[in-house]
């Protein structure tokens, strides 16, 4: 009946066609009766997408002005002085004196240095036992091989805040206690590289493994030029992985000086906790 769609039709295009059409557009497709809407259900189901696309779109803006409030808030308060950062002045004097302040109030570059330092030994040393030992259960059978794999995959079950006083215990009698070595030796094995270099060297045809031995190519050199190449993709999407949880999980980066021995309140803790076991 097209007389009855464009009866039905009309009162919601008007609506559409007036300011502040949200709630208008609302109050006219409330007012449809059943039949109307069964009538004009290709209008009535484009005109309610609108609406909810419309909704959306608002309810995004206002979430969106949420997050950003907070982060607003630390610029302004980050770029002006202390009597500003309760009220908001577009004539307030811009300063710098914030970021040297908070520069000042610790040894940050200090801390920066530990923790590359830290990142950058514990990655290497992943990496090199991981490829090894990888390599090693991919390619070589022997004995209690499976075992060995098997107990490897256990340590991933074992969460490293449990081991932290025993580990505390075996750095104090090798004397590595508030020593970047004694930091980073809890972590230079890792569970998860092994298990992860070794799937992906079982993926390597054996083939290129029996061509490269052809040529003379020993262990060693099979490994440094057949698999480890292949497996760039694979040590570049660890070391960005792994780069981030080593960050997280070492809670006594921040040492403020090596040489003289201070240590921050993790170190403390590790050695009442131990003193309490004993």
């Not at 609302?26 to 039949?35: C, I, N, Q």
């Not at 189901?45 to 409030?69: K, P, Q, S």
């Not at 940050?108 to 090199?128: E, K, P, S």
């Amino acid at each position: 009946d097209v007389t009855g769609v464009q009866t039905c039709a009309l009162p919601i295009l008007a609506a559409l066609g007036k300011k502040g059409t949200i709630a208008e557009l609302l109050k006219t497709l409330g007012a449809m009766s059943p039949e109307e809407r069964k009538t004009n259900g290709p209008l009535f189901n484009g005109l309610r997408d609108r609406v909810i696309g419309l909704l959306e779109t608002l309810a995004a803006w206002l979430l969106a002005l949420v997050w950003a409030l907070p982060l607003v808030y630390a610029v302004w308060t980050a770029f002006h002085p202390g009597e500003y950062s309760t009220r908001f002045d577009l004539a307030a004097p811009l300063t710098l004196d914030n970021f040297r302040a908070a520069w000042e109030a610790a040894p940050f570059t200090r801390y920066f240095l530990n923790t590359v330092t830290l990142v950058t030994m514990i990655l290497i040393a992943q990496m090199v036992i991981g490829t090894l030992a990888a390599y090693a259960f991919a390619r070589y059978a022997f004995r209690g091989r499976d075992l060995a794999f098997f107990l490897v995959l256990v340590q991933l079950m074992v969460m490293p805040d449990v081991l932290i006083v025993e580990n505390h215990r075996t750095l104090s009698q090798l004397g590595l206690i508030d020593t970047i070595t004694g930091i980073g030796l809890p972590y230079m094995a890792s569970a998860f590289g092994i298990f992860l270099f070794r799937q992906t060297f079982k993926s390597i045809p054996r083939e290129l493994e029996e061509a490269a031995h052809l040529e003379g190519a020993n262990a060693l050199q099979v490994l440094l030029r057949v698999f480890v190449p292949l497996a760039k993709p694979i040590y570049v999407a660890y070391g960005l992985v792994m780069q981030m949880s080593i960050r997280e999980n070492i809670t006594l980066a921040n040492l403020r000086d090596v040489a003289s021995g201070p240590f921050i309140a993790a170190a403390r803790d590790a050695r009442a906790l131990a003193r309490h076991a004993a």
